[in-house]
């Protein structure tokens, strides 16, 4: 998951909305890790799944990381700010989207992640034309990736 999400950075890197779909434990937070990573972050990323947000400030770029999981109501988001985390330029990856329903902004990218024996079949979808024909096919990881 790490070296698909440093895959990830590059059509990421110029910022947009992404969805992270899966059960518990699937990798969503390992695949961040990975984009951070990818977009030259050194520093140590943790699960905001208290807090519900992380904020990493890169060279021209401001990445957040939401885990909605512990969300009570989806406009508990109007608390959070989430209109000022979408200041130009940023990447905004949402774990547990569904949880914001009718509050978060359309994505231009969506990811499910699913376990599949001993590997993890990852589902990369672009909803939005603005992030059409960005990814190019990832390596030979152990997860798989399937371009819709």
């Given at each position: 998951?790490?070296d698909?999400?440093?895959?990830?950075?590059?059509?990421?890197g110029?910022?947009?909305?992404?969805?992270?779909?899966?059960?518990?434990?699937?990798?969503?937070?390992?695949l961040?890790?990975?984009?951070?990573?990818?977009?030259?972050?050194?520093?140590?990323?943790k699960?905001?799944?208290?807090?519900?947000?992380?904020?990493?400030?890169?060279?021209?770029?401001t990445?957040?990381h939401?885990?909605?999981?512990?969300l009570?109501?989806?406009?508990?988001?109007?608390?959070?700010?989430?209109?000022?985390?979408?200041?130009?330029?940023?990447?905004?990856?949402?774990?547990?989207?569904?949880?914001?329903?009718?509050?978060?902004?359309?994505a231009?990218?969506?990811?499910?992640?699913d376990?599949?024996?001993?590997?993890?079949?990852?589902?990369?979808?672009?909803?939005?034309?603005?992030?059409?024909?960005?990814?190019?096919?990832?390596?030979?990881t152990?997860?798989?990736?399937?371009?819709?």
């Open positions: 998951m790490l698909l999400g440093g895959q990830l950075a590059r059509p990421w110029s910022g947009g909305i992404v969805y992270l779909d899966g059960p518990l434990g699937a990798g969503k937070t390992t961040v890790r990975g984009v951070l990573k990818g977009l030259g972050f050194d520093g140590r990323v699960s905001p799944s208290y807090g519900l947000v992380e904020t990493y400030e890169l060279a021209g770029l990445v957040h939401l885990d909605l999981y512990r009570g109501h989806p406009e508990e988001l109007a608390y959070l700010g989430l209109e000022d985390l979408l200041d130009e330029p940023f990447l905004l990856l949402v774990e547990w989207p569904e949880r914001g329903r009718g509050w978060l902004p359309a231009d990218w969506k990811v499910r992640i376990h599949r024996d001993t590997a993890r079949l990852v589902t990369l979808t672009q909803p939005s034309a603005s992030a059409d024909n960005q990814l190019e096919a990832p390596p030979d152990s997860a798989s990736a399937t371009r819709r």
